[in-house]
């Protein structure tokens, strides 16, 4: 009598199940979501799905309402686990993503730079031509884009928002100072003028229509400061999770966006190409030369990177968690340049929630 085998067995079972509805598949892996451009439609699934704990859901999402937030997302892979309006605001409403809207400016820069249209190592002056800050000749000659990304242009940054040339005076050599400032807005007066179209058509074909986004940029008070819906800014941070790419078609490369979303200098750790980075050793605050030790947000998981824009506007992105968190609002506390003690403590009741 021949012996039947463990494989045997197992090949029977899934011969008769072949047909069958009930039959296993071998992996269930979640494949990334990516919304289609109908504003409507978005795929959810239930905290629960995930295992996680909903009996803290209301500790927090009271948090948020009590903090004078709009509106609070959670995807997870693409779908969204939680949408949450607060105080009168709806799906529809517009906010402003503030400084949050610096990592749009970031993107459509490696955008431009992978199209060859321009290279962030080149000098600013090559686009804007000589005397786009009042800085001396030899010193404006050694700002290059990169330095307007990662924020070591050497211009005095307390001097407030106007980028005026009479507002941009030199404090010292680009690439030896890091300094939150204004100035990263002459990036879109570079791609504008390397793309020969304006700022805000190519960030439309570019970026907007590609995967779905509406909104529109608003100039104020000497900044381009984009405003939308919370969906349009959680496809945005699912860009993002998804390493630049939306549904199959890279929309900024990969290699870009890895060095955006990684140390890009020597001075301030948690800073990438406008995006702040968890998890890093010490860090640099705006408006302070002082360098802080231990990561920006400790209840976090530290390799969060983040898009945070004045009175806490956040655009969380895990990826070891396939998570996207999104909040708009007015400031929880008071007001605030990007971080805030409001980042820890959300991180607390969201780690109750989903750990």
Known sequence: MKRITIFSILFFILLSCSNSEDLIPFSTEENMYFPPNDINTWATKTPASLSWKENNIPDLLNYLETKNSKSFIVLHNGKIVM??????????SAWYWASAGKTLTSTLTGIAEQEGLLSITDKVSDYLGIGWTSAP?????????????????????????????????????????????????????????????TWENYFNIKLKNPIGMTGTWIT???????????????????????????NGTQIINSSFFSQATTTSQNINEAYGYLWWLNGKSTYHLPQTQIQFSGKLVPNAPNDMYMALGKDDQKIYVIPSRKLVIIRMGDAADSSNYALSDFDNLL?????????
């Open 83 to 92: 949408e949450n309006y607060f105080n009168g605001h709806m799906s529809t």
């Open 137 to 197: 000749f030899d010193k404006e000659n050694l700002i290059t884009c990169k330095n307007l990304l990662n924020m070591t242009s050497g211009l005095n940054d307390a001097l407030g928002d106007d980028v005026s040339p009479a507002n941009l005076q030199y404090i010292s050599d680009a690439g030896t100072r890091w300094a939150y400032h204004n100035v990263y807005v002459k990036l879109q007066d570079v791609v504008a003028t390397s793309s020969g179209q």
């Open 220 to 246: 104020n008070n000497n900044s381009n400061v984009y405003w939308s819906t919370t969906r349009s800014m959680a496809r945005f941070g699912l860009l993002a999770l998804n390493n630049g790419n939306w």
């Open 347 to 355: 991180w607390e009741k969201i780690s109750a929630v989903i750990n």
